[in-house]
């Protein structure tokens, strides 16, 4: 089975490819789908946010990287594709990925969404407080591969 695993990754993080490495060993293939979203302020351009995903997911065969932009229905669809992944960490990303479920299901019935639960140590982790953290010369070694270590540096090297 084929699978699509959509979101920000801005930038990704060990939580994101925790819930990639193990849907690679579920599924057939994965397909990670970066939001290229232009309302959307994100630290990364869609470029880096693919080149820093390519680098860190190059270990699993299985594993495609791709972008997309507009309603996430339309591109799964698109895709030949039905079921969507998606990671849960606490009660608080309950509401807005059960919404989010309910809403893509009714402009696309047969599609699923297939939450994995995110790992007890990175339940705490996002994309937001890694950005803050490296924002003020924080370390971010325990949260972030090397290569995403590096380029959240630089683009913090001059201040926002
Ligand atoms: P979005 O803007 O769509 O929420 P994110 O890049 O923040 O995009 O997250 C993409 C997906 O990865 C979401 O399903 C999110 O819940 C999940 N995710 C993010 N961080 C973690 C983590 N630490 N553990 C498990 N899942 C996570």
């Keep these: 089975m084929k699978v699509i695993y959509p979101g920000s990754f801005d930038p990704v993080t ?13 599924f057939d293939k994965v397909i990670i789908a970066i939001l290229n979203n232009k309302s959307k302020k994100n630290l990364f351009t869609i470029e880096e946010r693919v080149r820093l995903l390519k680098e860190t997911t190059k270990q699993f065969p299985n594993v495609e990287i791709d972008t997309f932009s507009g309603l996430l229905t339309s591109y799964v669809k698109e895709k030949g ?21 309910l809403v893509n299901r009714k402009t696309y019935p047969e599609m699923e969404t297939i939450f994995m639960v995110s790992r007890a ?17 924080g370390k971010v070694t325990c949260f ?13 090297k001059g201040g926002f």
Excluded at 14 to 19: K, R, T
Excluded at 81 to 101: H, K, N, P, W
Excluded at 144 to 156: D, G, H, I
Aim: hydrophobic letters at 40%.
């Design 14 to 26: 060990y939580g994101h490819l925790d819930i990639i490495e193990r849907s690679s060993k579920k």
């Design 81 to 101: 594709c039905s079921t969507v992944i998606r990671g849960l960490r606490a009660v608080s990303d309950f509401e807005y990925e059960m919404q989010m479920a």
């Design 121 to 137: 140590e990175y339940v705490f982790l996002s994309s937001s407080i890694v950005k803050e953290i490296a924002s003020f010369g």
């Design 144 to 156: 972030v591969p090397k290569v995403v270590e590096e380029a959240l540096a630089n683009k913090f």
